[in-house]
């Protein structure tokens, strides 16, 4: 029987936050307007856990902006095509993939970026999951662009909001951030959300936290398997649900170049620049279940890779392309997990870039 191997798109497969890049390319301070919103995005869903909001919400919030900014979709789709960068050999990786298990992308991404991925990838697009937008159906009259500009404009000399570690309410947060908090509260919630474009909130669902979890689970039931049968791929706050499932449902959950949120639910930890190491632990999983992997891992060195039952092709292609030292890989125990968070976090500064590396 085949496995399941699912993978989070904007990290393990490209470099981009396509959502990042369309707010920073078409809004004038994009990039600041951007961050701010997702730490406020990463307060509600990791801090204090507002009912009802899933991680990742900030590609709901950000898009009354793109519209008073006259984003359509067509300038997504283009823009999208335009600025698309995937992590070094992951089409060689996806290929080999799926010819050994069932391959899906799971992905917060609208599903411009999707559909452009796919074409580039020749994946299959009816196996991913992505939001849904269609950015032109929702109205939006003069007046409101006018404010929603001037709120943009508010929300770009704000600071960025930073979190304590074990931080549970807001009171566990600096004065100036718990009223950064209270006011982007206000802007969201009684401001934007009266106005007509406000719609889009309840209008437009991002795939993140619990329902990329609901994807994993409806993926099974598609082709009739396990959970355990599962290898899980993230990297970010928004794929916390989806690692818990797996691994709680003995799967195998892995991060690849992840964040605190990612390492911290992951059994393995992948810091590579290629996709080549995605491929060798995909390759043993499929092949010879998660035991096997897990003893790979344990014994991540050159010598004791060339003994194990690891696909000699892929493992020529490691050694080609890390001559030297081998990438670090790690199972993830209470006792390196802190570590390797710090140095996950900033190695994926390295691959994806300071301003997309330190998003949430």
């Known amino acids: 029987m085949k496995r399941v191997f699912i993978s989070d798109c904007e990290g393990p497969i490209s470099k981009n936050d396509n959502a990042f890049e369309i707010t920073s390319h078409f809004v004038p301070d994009g990039d600041k307007l951007f961050t701010v919103i997702s730490r406020y995005d990463d307060v509600l869903a990791d801090v204090l856990k507002r009912p009802h909001y899933e991680a990742g919400g900030t590609l709901k919030l950000i898009l009354p902006f793109l519209r008073a900014y006259d984003v359509t979709d067509h300038k997504m789709q283009k823009f999208s095509a335009q600025s698309l960068v995937l992590i070094s050999n992951v089409k060689d990786t996806l290929q080999h993939v799926r010819n050994i298990a069932y391959a899906f992308i799971v992905s917060t991404s609208y599903e411009h970026y999707i559909k452009t991925l796919c074409q580039a990838l020749d994946f299959p697009y ?22 929603l500009r001037e709120i943009a404009r508010e929300i770009t000399q704000m600071r960025i909001i930073e979190i304590p570690s074990e931080a549970k309410s807001i009171k566990d947060f600096s004065e100036k951030d718990q009223e950064a908090i209270r006011r982007l509260d206000e802007i969201f919630w009684k401001e934007i959300a009266c106005m007509k474009v406000g719609r889009i ?40 649900e989806a690692l818990r499932l797996v691994r709680k449902n003995k799967g195998l959950a892995v991060s690849f170049n992840g964040n605190q949120y990612a390492v911290k639910n992951a059994e ?45 092709t892929l493992l020529s292609n490691l050694f080609k392309l890390y001559p030297k030292e081998l990438p670090k890989v790690k199972i993830v125990t209470s006792e390196n997990m802190e570590i390797l968070s710090r140095e ?3 190695f994926r500064k390295k691959v994806r870039g300071e301003a997309i590396g330190r998003l949430g």
């Open 268 to 312: 393995i930890a992948i810091l590579s620049e290629y996709s080549i190491v995605t491929a060798i632990i995909a390759d043993v999983f499929c092949r010879f279940g998660k035991q096997q992997v897990l003893s790979l891992v344990e014994g991540w060195r050159r010598e004791a890779l060339k003994k194990s039952p690891t696909n000699k």
């Open 344 to 346: 996950s976090s900033e």
């Open 126 to 147: 009816e196996n991913t999951y992505y939001t849904k937008l269609n950015i032109g159906k929702h109205p939006i009259t003069a007046e409101e662009k006018t404010k």
């Open 201 to 240: 909130f309840s209008e437009v669902n991002p795939v993140g936290g619990g329902k990329k979890a609901e994807t994993v689970k409806d993926a099974v039931r598609k082709i009739s398997v396990s959970l355990a049968d599962v290898m899980y791929v993230g990297d970010s706050i928004t794929d916390i």
